[in-house]
């Protein structure tokens, strides 16, 4: 018995040990990315600066950059070519306004403290970047900086990687979530992020699901899409947003000893509330929309807990009929929604018909 209470009091010695070394790695790699990303946006302020004293030629500028990567090159090593140095400069004049926005709140906000003038400059620029130069190296090529900000804030919140970055700004998560927004809602989207308070924030229409590897126009079912979906449930549910804790699939409903079967359930932390999906292939019908409606009755009714809100059901189809889908559900409906997925990423343009209509 001794053995067996030493065996693990040892593993858990090894289990602490280990997850202080593995936040101790993540904060080292988080310090080295904040020091280099701050380090290229002063150097690129320096070559910012030096070129607007009363040197705005072009030719000037490019023979600078020719000399100042020769000389870095030679001292330093690699990282310091022409083309890295116009980017550091670029992304000076492109970060630089949100700095000083966020600098100036600061200062009003601390206006009566007795502070130090130039630390809360370096202080602030420093905790303004939280994310890799990769990162910013995508960030920094969109035009739109309320569109650039909120992906930002995502980024950071939600530990994205590269990878998962390219992939939310390539299937227009801004773009899609702000179609169900108003000027007030777009708006907070680039300050705050995503923010879930209420069931239509979380909705996206359409979901992108190209990660699932099944072409546009092939013939597949129902039951393959949704296997497809559970082979790649991390991904799916970084495609449905924050909050989202899985809780079952095919969860069995019995009625009067007939049984239903709910495709996907999910639980959200910041609705507070399960959330029931299910998957149609091709034309949304009332009859989806009533089966769905059962669903989350019976969920309220029989599942739920006191202190949790009331259930959310989402149809995800490939077509629907925007009357169709209001004319079936009640006026004040807060609880069942259709959205529209596509297995392919869209096109630009498409994306852009998309927003238009």
């Not at 030679?74 to 966020?102: C, H, Q, W």
């Amino acid at each position: 018995m001794s053995t067996v209470i030493q065996k693990a009091e040892h593993n858990e010695l090894f289990d602490n040990i280990r997850n202080l070394l593995s936040e101790v790695r993540k904060s080292i790699v988080k310090n080295v990315n904040q020091t280099m990303v701050y380090t290229y946006f002063e150097i690129g302020r320096m070559i910012v600066e030096d070129k607007q004293h009363g040197k705005n030629r072009a030719e000037y500028g490019k023979q600078t950059l020719v000399e100042l990567s020769k000389r870095l090159t030679k001292e330093f090593g690699k990282g310091f070519s022409v083309e890295n140095l116009d980017r550091m400069r670029y992304f000076y004049n492109v970060y630089s306004p949100a700095i000083s926005s966020t600098l100036l709140t600061k200062l009003q906000s601390n206006a009566n403290d007795d502070i130090d003038s130039h630390e809360p400059v370096r202080a602030i620029t420093w905790q303004y970047f939280q994310l890799s130069w990769s990162h910013y190296l995508k960030l920094m090529r969109i035009e739109n900086p309320a569109e650039r900000r909120f992906y930002e804030i995502e980024a950071a919140a939600n530990n994205w990687s590269l990878k998962e970055l390219r992939r939310q700004c390539d299937s227009a998560l801004y773009q899609r979530l702000a179609l169900s927004r108003d000027k007030q809602g777009i708006k907070e989207l680039s300050e705050k992020g995503q923010i879930i308070e209420k069931p239509e924030d979380a909705l996206k229409d359409p979901l992108i699901l190209e990660f699932i590897g099944l072409p546009e126009n092939i013939r597949y079912s129902e039951s393959e899409i949704e296997q497809k979906l559970i082979d790649k449930l991390e991904h799916f549910m970084l495609e449905l947003g924050k909050g989202f804790t899985f809780a079952g699939r095919q969860v069995r409903i019995t009625i009067d000893e007939k049984h239903f079967r709910v495709d996907l359930a999910f639980f959200n932390r910041h609705l507070k509330a399960f959330v029931l999906i299910d998957l149609k292939i091709g034309e949304l019908t009332h009859q989806d929309i009533g089966q769905m409606q059962m669903y989350v009755n019976y969920y309220d009714r029989f599942v739920r807990l006191e202190d949790e809100n009331k259930t959310v059901g989402i149809i995800l189809c490939q077509d629907k009929s925007e009357t169709l889908v209001r004319i079936t559900l009640p006026e004040d409906n807060r609880q069942i929604f259709a959205s529209r997925y596509q297995t392919v990423l869209p096109s630009k343009e498409e994306l852009q018909k998309l927003i238009e209509n």
